[in-house]
């Protein structure tokens, strides 16, 4: 069974200044797909970003890229430039690509963007 | 735009009572999922659907059932609700993807607040 861990419930930041969310993984299997959705007080989960994990190079999306670490099991993720609408629930997800496209998803970090 | 409808966005009901919550999908995906949110847990599989009348259980069915009669439809059954249950219900579905498709992306719906008093 996979676990994903985000060890911070809660963080904070400045507006424009940046980031970094934490998750990390445990998994036995090599074919598998790691994500970062948001979820914002109006609670319409929203995909962030997605890595595969077959792939070396980390993912980017606008303001908000990755540092996967797959030897350490670990998935982060960077906010640049900071907005106010960044605020909300951030969950770590983790996909067996072999187990019919469930997700295991973090316990979740509250983030709280101030002006 | 792909949409994921849940029928009820807040729902009180009392202890004992048999619970229906109701998601729909439009793009004809063939898998769909039922997550309970509780604070510091994130989300827990309850249950989903690969097909037509298929299920499958996830990491927390005890106290639930499910109905997938149709593709696009797939509910969630509290036979009797107990207060324990109370929690924010989220419905996701997703196309199925073979390894290298990158068409993995699950949608999720608003999520129904039950409250059982």
């Known amino acids: 069974a996979q676990t994903v861990t985000q060890s911070q419930p809660e963080m904070s930041v400045q507006e424009a200044e940046t980031v970094t969310l934490s998750c990390t993984y445990d998994?036995?299997?090599?074919?598998?797909?790691l994500f970062w959705y948001k979820q914002p007080p109006s609670r319409q989960m929203i995909l962030v970003i997605r890595q595969e994990a077959y792939k070396q190079q980390n993912a980017t999306e606008n303001r908000f890229s990755v540092n996967f670490q797959k030897a350490a099991k670990s998935f982060s993720l960077k906010i640049s430039d900071s907005q106010l609408g960044d605020t909300a629930m951030y969950f770590c997800a983790f996909m067996n690509g072999n187990a019919g496209n469930m997700l295991t998803f973090g316990g979740g970090t509250r983030l709280m963007v101030k002006p | 735009d792909v949409k994921v409808t849940q029928s009820s966005r807040y729902l009180v009901k009392r202890t004992g009572e048999k619970v229906f919550l109701e998601c729909v999908q439009d793009?004809?995906?063939?898998?769909m999922f039922w997550y309970r949110q509780d604070p510091g847990l994130g989300l827990r599989l309850i249950y989903f659907?690969?097909?037509?009348?298929?299920?499958e259980k996830g990491d927390i069915p005890e106290g639930y059932s499910v109905s997938r009669e149709k593709k696009e439809r797939f509910s969630l059954i509290l036979e009797s609700a107990s207060t324990n249950q109370t929690s924010m219900y989220l419905c996701a579905s997703s196309p199925t993807g073979a390894f290298g498709i990158l068409n993995t992306e699950a949608f999720f719906g608003q999520g129904t607040r039950l409250t059982v008093v």
């Open positions: 659907s690969y097909d037509v009348k298929m299920k």
């Open positions: 793009m004809d995906h063939e898998n």
């Open positions: 998994t036995s299997e090599n074919n598998y797909y």
